[in-house]
């Protein structure tokens, strides 16, 4: 090969990473950027149902509908619980009560047995 191609396959290479490092540092967004984007997504769709919806919205059930479905969309193990629900849970807790042996999660509103113990 002469120079000159030699010459033109090093500038293109260069101009190529040169691309490729400048078009990541500009598109990069950060984690905590792409939350807040959504947070304002949520707020926004939040404010369109206060004002635009036709009867009068229960605010504080469609925020915990929104809670449910992040926190259940997470993994099989996750899931959002009331107030009232926790306190149910914890008298439950510090009753005496028995095992069947299996470990339970809850997905879309069913409960599922992830897996049973001998």
């Avoid at 101009?15 to 939350?35: D, I």
């Avoid at 984007?37 to 929104?66: H, T």
């Avoid at 479905?69 to 959002?80: F, N, Q, R």
């Amino acid at each position: 090969m002469n120079r000159k191609i030699k010459a033109l396959i090093v500038l293109l290479s260069c101009l190529v990473v040169f691309y490729a490092v400048v078009g990541g540092m500009v598109g990069k967004e950060t984690t905590a950027e792409g939350a807040y984007k959504q947070l304002q997504v949520f707020s926004e769709v939040l404010l369109r149902i206060r004002n635009d919806y036709v009867e009068e919205p229960n605010l504080k059930q469609v925020s915990e509908g929104a809670l449910r479905g992040v926190l259940e969309s997470l993994d099989p193990y996750s899931s959002y619980l009331t107030p009232q629900e926790v306190a149910q849970m914890n008298g439950v807790a510090m009753k005496e009560r028995g095992d069947i042996g299996v470990q339970i999660s809850k997905r879309f509103g069913y409960i599922n047995v992830v897996t049973a113990y001998e």
